[in-house]
């Protein structure tokens, strides 16, 4: 059975405050007990020393009345002989059976039997006279540590205040338990409500939690970015969406449109109409083709076929690829190869990272701009620039370029549109290299991308 976590925690905060106040009671109880006795057995024994002390010292005359003035306070029976053993004084045993009932009377009302009072104890001690025995004195007493009714009470007294204590005690710590459970239970079940929300795709609840405990507010922090990212992956993902449609829209509207055309006799089935209908099949072709890259984004960045070769080679390679597009918009493509270096990598996918930048940069440039690639290699790192003053971009969208699906608005028509994963992949690629990717751009200045990769 499923229980919910604020009843958990009570129940724990509960169990553990029992626990705790009940060892700590109990344990405060049997210290005081066993002190408390203590001194009741030392007290007992002073009185007693006191007693025979008196006796010792007024045997030959003895003072009758502070004797019977010190066993009627402490319910003692005292009796004295001498030698031969014959009694020479008693107090008697009123104030034993007296104390003797009383303490019956109070031990019905105590906690617990902490009080033997119904053993009779005696003790017998020598009266000595210049070293030599002269008597016997016999004390006797109810009780171990014979207590008196102020003990009795005392103790009594001193149960009930544990007593009330420990309830007060349990009644702070369910009040707290309620506190504190609710306290880390409710921020929860908003994050947990937030949670099915996004689960249902409402991407856009937001929830700020107020919350002293870190590790809820960073989860909270985590749900809302969460929220934040997917949000703007399905919005991509619509764009994407409407993008496409558009782009394969277009050119099959085209095909459409000619062949009803041919096949009404309205146009004649001539070659330029069959090649301007392959045009279209291809545009539709290299669509399709880039909802393929996007189905294996995650593994090309996976799967690295690594092997060595020269960096300066292959740069110059692809660059000779290009010195045809950019002559058609009369470009001046700068190619600035430094250093030839053998190096280890995935030789297709560092082509196709250097492609995609320069791709961008051929899409995005005007006519007869610039485009320059720089090349340099330090101890660690091979460092490769590809820099263009095209139509660069904003502030506002230059964070989100490396984002799947992510197109500017200037790059929806058929001219320089795209899938908006390039970008994405071209990261995937740097970072599966244990390399980084950065990029600047200004808004109709240009845009400058480094990519940076480790030498090993």
Do not use: W
């Not at 009123?94 to 009080?115: A, C, D, H, T």
């Not at 539709?284 to 294996?296: C, F, G, Q």
């Not at 549109?417 to 992949?425: D, E, K, P, Q, S």
Request: aromatic letters at 8%.
């Amino acid at each position: 059975m499923k229980i919910k976590l604020s009843k958990k925690l009570l129940i724990t905060f509960l169990l553990l405050s029992f626990a705790v106040i009940f060892t700590t009671g109990l344990m405060s109880n049997l210290i005081v007990d066993r002190e408390f006795n203590k001194y009741l057995q030392e007290n007992n024994k002073n009185n007693i020393n006191k007693l025979v002390g008196i006796i010792t010292n007024s045997y030959n005359k003895l003072d009758t009345n502070e004797i019977q003035s010190i066993a009627a306070s402490e319910k003692f029976y005292v009796e004295i002989e001498d030698i031969s053993g014959k009694t020479v004084y008693t107090t008697g045993k009123q104030y034993l059976q007296n104390k003797r009932y009383n303490m019956n009377m109070m031990k019905g009302r105590m906690p617990g039997n902490s009080f033997n009072s119904g053993d009779y104890i005696e003790e017998s001690y020598h009266i000595e006279s210049n070293g030599t025995k002269v008597g016997k004195i016999i004390v006797g007493y109810f009780g171990i540590y014979n207590f008196s009714e102020k003990d009795v009470i005392f103790k009594k007294a001193l149960y009930k205040s544990f007593m009330i204590s420990m309830g007060i005690a349990i009644i702070i710590a369910v009040i707290i338990s309620i506190v504190i459970s609710k306290q880390l239970t409710k921020p929860l079940s908003i994050i947990n409500k937030k949670s099915l929300e996004i689960r249902k795709g409402n991407f856009k609840e937001r929830e700020d939690i107020k919350t002293s405990t870190l590790e809820i507010k960073e989860l909270s922090d985590s749900i809302n970015y969460l929220a934040e990212s997917l949000d703007k992956q399905d919005a991509l993902r619509k764009r994407l969406t409407s993008d496409m449609a558009h782009e394969i829209r277009t050119p099959l509207t085209i095909l459409q449109n000619s062949m009803e055309a041919m096949m009404d006799g309205v146009i004649s089935m001539d070659r330029d109409k069959i090649e301007s209908c392959y045009e279209e099949v291809i545009r539709i072709n290299k669509l399709v083709d880039n909802l393929k890259n996007i189905a294996s984004l995650e593994e090309s960045s996976l799967n690295l076929n690594k092997t060595n070769f020269d960096i300066k080679e292959e740069l110059e390679r692809i660059c000779q690829d290009f010195q045809p597009y950019f002559r058609k918009k009369n470009i001046n493509f700068i190619n600035e190869i430094k250093e030839s270096r053998q190096v280890l990598l995935d030789k297709d996918k560092f082509r196709q990272i250097i492609n995609n930048l320069l791709s961008n940069a051929y899409r995005y440039s005007n006519q007869n701009g610039e485009v320059q690639l720089l090349e340099d290699i330090n101890d660690n790192n091979i460092i490769i620039k590809v820099t263009d003053n095209g139509i660069g971009l904003s502030e506002e969208e230059l964070p989100l370029i490396f984002e799947r699906f992510y197109r500017s608005d200037k790059s929806r028509d058929r001219e320089t549109g795209g899938a908006g994963i390039g970008l994405t992949i071209t990261k995937a690629l740097v970072e599966a290299h244990g390399g980084k990717i950065e990029a600047e751009s200004r808004l109709n200045q240009g845009s400058c991308f480094t990519v940076i990769l480790p030498l090993e």
